[in-house]
């Protein structure tokens, strides 16, 4: 592309050329990347930036490496949202393992209407950017708010999954073992090829029970999920790109942003 960047530097005294060609290296150049092409209008002012990068970090810091190392290299302002990132696994890697941990528990008590309605946050220790919520909602007694905050853990849960497969709460539990509460979970894992399998999550409860239910379904369904949580490839602030994070060897997997925390 033979097209040059004006930049004008507040006080400069005269303006520097810069190649649309030394733009793309120098993005090439930031961790992660892959490949990049600059788009510029007849004027010269960039309208697009398009980078593909891996998984090792996530698009949104991606962004804001694009948009720093052109401020601080050649006093370039570019607007986040023009900045595109679609990220891929190496070919003949495997995409890293991304397991979901309870980020918050928001409860809600009506007294009145004796209900309970419950919000679970779940996200990765390594993507403070991704996360995923559910809701639910039922009676505020005994064994019922287990199954609320179950049911909003297996919402987040679902919202998480790649597109085709589904989880379905069986089952609640508070037992008791050795003298110990025990807050246990079925889930029946509905997958994309048709075929069903019974999860079974336990933790101990000791304290607060609610938050052992949180943890349960985490237990019972992280080994499923840390090869089908979604990623996303995020163009500025906002999503323009979704693909399935399923590990496959030898292959380039689309991808998007990483990772959320250990259970």
């Not at 050329?17 to 120098?26: D, G, I, P, T």
């Not at 999860?199 to 499923?224: E, I, S």
Request: proline content about 4%; overall charge negative.
């Amino acid at each position: 592309m033979a097209k040059d960047l004006e930049n004008r530097n507040d006080g400069a005294s005269s303006p520097e050329a810069v190649h649309v060609v030394e733009v793309e290296k120098l993005i090439r150049q930031l961790p992660g990347v892959i490949s990049a092409r600059v788009i510029v209008n007849d004027w010269g002012a960039i309208e697009e930036v398009h980078v593909l990068a891996t998984t090792e970090r996530g698009a949104k810091q991606i962004v804001r490496d694009v948009e720093s190392s052109l401020a601080a290299r050649w006093g370039i302002n570019v607007d986040h949202k023009k900045i595109s990132v679609a990220q891929v696994s190496a070919r003949g890697t495997r995409l890293p393992p991304m397991r979901l941990k309870l980020s918050s528990l928001k409860l809600e008590s009506d007294a009145m209407r004796g209900r309970l309605s419950v919000e679970v946050t779940l996200g990765a220790p390594t993507d403070p950017d991704l996360t995923f919520t559910g809701t639910a909602g039922g009676p505020n007694t005994g064994m019922h708010q287990y199954r609320v905050v179950a049911s909003a853990t297996v919402e987040a849960l679902n919202q998480a999954i790649s597109p085709g497969n589904q989880l379905l709460l069986e089952d609640t539990r508070l037992l008791h073992v050795a003298g110990h509460p025990i807050a246990l979970v079925l889930i029946n894992f509905a997958s994309d090829d048709g075929s069903e399998e019974l999860l079974v999550g336990g933790v101990r409860a000791d304290g607060d029970p609610l938050p052992a239910f949180v943890r349960a379904c985490l237990h019972g369904t992280n080994r499923l999920m840390e090869g089908r949580v979604r990623r996303r490839a995020s163009r500025g602030a906002g999503t323009v790109q979704e693909a399935d994070a399923v590990q496959e060897e030898g292959a380039g997997v689309a991808a998007a942003q990483a990772n959320h925390n250990n259970a």
